[in-house]
């Protein structure tokens, strides 16, 4: 029989033992939920960027709900559009209604787009780029599907983008979309709309767009951005869903070489095995924080690999992760594949030049001489061009990226394009 020092010290030994086993319990379990998925490139979320000046704010991502415009401001979106086979899929955006689904258990409200369906836009005009005769006649059709929508006819055509800033007045805010964007988030439009509005110092708010090389950079290194690579042997099945939860795992060997591949017409790219040790070159690694990086500009599998994340991240309602609040973009080059500027500030710059892109976020902010942000004020006529990291986008691809003829597809040479016109018809549309 042990007595009763003994007992009690035993006792006090498997006490402490307990506790801390609950606190390493503990501890691992933060862990866990603190990492991303296995999948992802980066290891870890804790990632900031070096140079601190360019966030700005955090997310305002739950402010949007009881947000209203004022009443004197009109909001227009402004399509540049010349290609039906994206706007097929845009056009879902433009139209949705107000509605409701279940998400985690909770009743969520998506308040989209115009403003009969609980959005914000009063209107939507088309700036018709285009001489092709079968893109004119789906313009006629789609004009025809709702009253706010008109198109204008600018005689720019090529890389000139200068005459089709017309519709943006005195007492508008322009929110100008690409016509191959593939995706809006619920309350993107409200989301830049809103910082435009509050933030007055800055001169124009892009959306957070996916596929495009000013913002793949910070994507990559915030952990969204995961492993996939194009299918060897391509498979001759359909794709019948947008989700890639249920695409096979990428089986390649260590040396192939993506390079290389030859595409084959709807061909899938495929989530690498979590196990491997030994993983094949990919697209993202070669990403560079530049305005204008070569890879970013040049490369379709680099979009490829980008757009199968985005799907993932979307399928897992997981895009928080690319959320990185309000980034300054301090004079370098981004896509302007949707932004919201105001009429004020667009009769003020007068003529556009024809490389709208360039001069909009470098040229025209460092004419005017921007201060530091935390300095500016509203009736500071220096302004910055910034990103709204909780306005998520998405953006096929530049233009080397696309379809360049009939034998050299591209990113087009994917399913991706089915994929996301799937999403768009039975989660936006379909609602």
């Not at 070159?281 to 305005?291: L, N, Q, S």
């Amino acid at each position: 029989m042990q007595s009763a020092p003994l007992q009690a010290g035993l006792s006090g030994v498997l006490v402490r033992t307990l506790a801390c086993s609950a606190v390493v319990l503990v501890l691992v379990c933060l862990l866990f939920l603190q990492r991303p998925s296995k999948k992802t490139i980066t290891e870890s979320l804790s990632w900031r960027p070096k140079n601190q000046s360019q966030v700005i704010t955090s997310s305002n991502a739950n402010n949007l709900a009881d947000w209203e415009k004022p009443a004197d401001l009109k909001v227009i979106g402004l399509v540049f559009y010349g290609r039906r086979r994206f706007v097929e899929i845009l056009e879902c955006y433009l139209h949705v209604r107000l509605s409701a689904r279940t998400l985690a258990g909770k009743l969520i409200v998506m308040q989209k787009n115009l403003v009969d369906n609980g959005g914000i836009l009063d209107e939507v005009v088309i700036q018709a780029k285009t001489d092709d005769a079968d893109d004119l006649k789906y313009l006629e059709k789609l004009l025809a599907t709702n009253p706010r929508f008109r198109a204008e006819y600018p005689p720019q055509r090529g890389m000139n983008f200068s005459g089709m800033y017309a519709p943006c007045v005195e007492g508008t805010i322009c929110v100008k979309i690409d016509d191959d964007v593939l995706f809006i988030g619920d309350n993107t439009i409200r989301s830049m709309v809103k910082k435009k509005v509050e933030n007055p110092q800055f001169l124009a708010v892009s959306a957070n767009l996916v596929g495009n090389f000013g913002t793949t950079w910070l994507h990559h290194h915030l952990g969204a951005i995961y492993p996939y690579l194009p299918e060897p042997e391509p498979s001759k099945q359909t794709t019948q869903g947008w989700e890639v939860s249920n695409l096979p795992e990428w089986r390649g060997s260590g040396d192939w070489n993506y390079k290389t591949f030859e595409p084959v017409p709807g061909h899938r790219w495929l989530p690498l095995a979590e196990e491997r040790s030994i993983r094949p070159k990919m697209p993202i690694d070669e990403v560079e924080y530049t305005g204008f990086g070569r890879t970013e500009w040049n490369s379709w599998q680099f979009a490829a690999q980008l757009h199968y994340s985005f799907l993932e991240n979307l399928e897992h309602h997981e895009l928080w992760r690319y959320d990185f609040g309000t980034w300054d973009l301090m004079y370098q080059r981004i896509g302007i594949n949707m932004f919201a500027i105001t009429g004020h500030d667009i009769l003020k710059i007068g003529t556009m030049p024809a490389d709208d892109e360039k001069f909009l976020t470098m040229e025209y902010p460092e004419k005017i001489g921007r201060p530091p942000v935390e300095s500016q004020t509203a009736d500071n006529s220096a302004k910055a061009f910034v990103i709204d990291g909780s306005g998520m986008a998405v953006h096929h691809g530049h233009m080397w990226m696309t379809k360049q003829s009939d034998t050299d597809l591209r990113l087009e040479g994917t399913d991706l394009l089915q994929r996301y016109k799937l999403y768009a018809k039975q989660m936006v549309c379909g609602r």
